[in-house]
């Protein structure tokens, strides 16, 4: 009885096995994109949705939470919620300026990182997100660095408040793309932190 269950667990054993090794050969392994393919794409990319968990450390204030951003052309909408599911803020662009939401009132100005930095007390270089979330260097960023496949690992901004930030790319996914994964801004100016970990992008 006892032979028969073991020859009955091997050939079980033995058809997972199978099994798993036909789902594995049938896995393509992504190509990754050339260095200059991959950033002509990524400076294209003008539609995009992430989710994340975003941290900021500020001088007078810390906040994490979940952000969520959604970019359509040159305008975006973001929200950040705490962990428990409390609203920080919530962000529009349109051709007419920025609308923030936070603590039950709404604001509108031209600049949405100056209506947030006043609103909130924390720096973020916002006007800038849609190009370094998908990890691309406004063209007023300088000290650029680069890996051996091509990808922008850290340069220095310079947000519209004028305001230097160090940005830092320490992981990407393994897609085509190599978007970001993992992204900390440090700022210059006051030791301002923020830490910026994509759970996911949808494109």
Same mark, same amino acid.
């Given at each position: ?12 054993? =033995?058809l997972?096995? @199978? %099994?798993?090794? =036909? ?25 995009? @949705? ?12 810390s ?21 428990? %599911? ?11 300026? &920025? ?6 009132e ?15 007390g924390?720096?973020?270089p916002?006007e800038?997100?849609?190009l ?15 890996? &051996?496949? %091509?990808?922008?690992? =850290? ?14 790319? @320490? ?15 440090d700022?210059? &100016?006051? %030791? =301002? ?11």
């Amino acid at each position: 009885m006892f032979a028969a269950i073991k020859t009955g667990c091997f050939v079980v054993f =033995s058809l997972i096995l @199978t %099994g798993c090794a =036909s789902h594995s050969s049938q896995l393509k392994p992504v190509i990754p994109l050339s260095a200059q393919q991959r950033q002509l794409q990524l400076e294209q990319l003008q539609e995009f @949705t992430l989710t994340g968990a975003l941290g900021v450390k500020a001088p007078q204030e810390s906040v994490s939470g979940s952000l969520n951003w959604q970019q359509q052309g040159p305008y975006f909408q973001a929200s950040m919620t705490n962990f428990v %599911g409390i609203s920080i803020f919530e962000l529009e662009t349109d051709a007419l300026g &920025a609308t923030v939401k936070a603590d039950g009132e709404t604001h509108q100005a031209q600049s949405a990182s100056a209506l947030l930095d006043y609103l909130s007390g924390w720096s973020l270089p916002i006007e800038e997100m849609p190009l370094w979330l998908k990890g691309v260097a406004s063209p007023e960023s300088f000290n650029h660095q680069w890996d &051996a496949q %091509g990808r922008l690992t =850290s340069f220095t901004l310079k947000d519209s408040q004028q305001r230097d930030w160090q940005v830092s790319y @320490t992981e990407f996914f393994p897609d085509a793309l190599a978007l970001p994964k993992r992204i900390q801004l440090d700022s210059k &100016a006051d %030791g =301002s932190r923020i830490k910026l970990v994509v759970r996911k992008w949808q494109l």
